[in-house]
């Protein structure tokens, strides 16, 4: 008898490590692609894209640093707040 272990929502999205699936792939084909680019024309600047691209597609709880990011720009900058403020009974 074979015993067979699901996850408690099979709606949820794969995961490798810290990434989702395709930003793992995405991410080791940048490395391959930075890689070749140091060792033949010697520049940094892919490598430091790569680095860039897999710390703000980190995920952690569902919630990746760039949608952190973008909430939070939007919540600061980009959404109206509006503040009322009225003189009340204080007794």
Partial sequence: M??????ENLR?????????????????GGIIVA???????RTFVPAAAVICYAFLTLRAD???????MLHAVRYFLVSQKEYRWQKGDRS
């Fill in 2 to 7: 074979k015993t067979y272990i699901y996850p």
């Fill in 12 to 28: 949820s999205t794969v995961k490798l490590w810290f990434w989702g699936v395709r930003d793992f792939c995405i991410i080791c």
């Fill in 35 to 41: 890689v070749t680019m140091l060792a033949k024309f």
């Fill in 62 to 68: 569902d919630t990746s640093v760039l949608d952190y």
